[in-house]
């Protein structure tokens, strides 16, 4: 098992999707810096179309891309570490079975 943080509240399939997704766009992006993601706040279309490339089989709706990109920016900004500790102080920490994100979204 490896804790996270909750991020759709849904549980579940639901849930193991949106960090399926996280994980998917850290392993993609682990040479970028959250500058290059995200100029001037906003994701970048070049990136936009990777990760819509990269999670198009989970078919995620807006929620789902929403929430997940949302905590994505958090972990590529501050870290993995930050964004767990975050979640202990929320109480939203969860176990999901062998989830691989904190390998790579550490800095």
Same mark, same amino acid.
């Given at each position: 098992?490896?804790?996270?943080?909750? +991020? =759709? #509240?849904?549980?579940? #399939?639901? *849930?193991?999707?949106?960090?399926?997704?996280?994980?998917?766009?850290?392993?993609?992006?682990?040479?970028?810096?959250? %500058? %290059? @993601?995200?100029?001037?706040?906003?994701?970048?279309?070049?990136?936009?179309?990777?990760?819509?490339?990269?999670?198009?089989? +989970?078919? !995620?709706?807006?929620?789902?891309?929403?929430? =997940?990109? =949302?905590?994505?920016?958090?972990?590529?900004?501050?870290?993995?570490?930050?964004?767990?500790?975050? #979640?202990? *102080?929320?109480?939203? +920490? @969860?176990? @999901? !079975?062998?989830?691989?994100?904190?390998?790579?979204? %550490?800095?």
């Amino acid at each position: 098992m490896t804790k996270v943080m909750d +991020i =759709s #509240g849904m549980g579940g #399939g639901y *849930e193991r999707a949106c960090h399926n997704m996280i994980y998917k766009w850290l392993k993609a992006t682990k040479e970028n810096t959250f %500058e %290059e @993601i995200f100029p001037n706040g906003k994701l970048d279309d070049k990136f936009d179309k990777l990760f819509s490339k990269l999670v198009e089989r +989970i078919n !995620p709706s807006g929620a789902m891309w929403g929430a =997940s990109l =949302s905590h994505f920016s958090f972990i590529k900004k501050q870290g993995t570490q930050a964004w767990l500790k975050k #979640g202990e *102080e929320l109480d939203r +920490i @969860i176990d @999901i !079975p062998r989830l691989r994100i904190l390998v790579c979204g %550490e800095r």
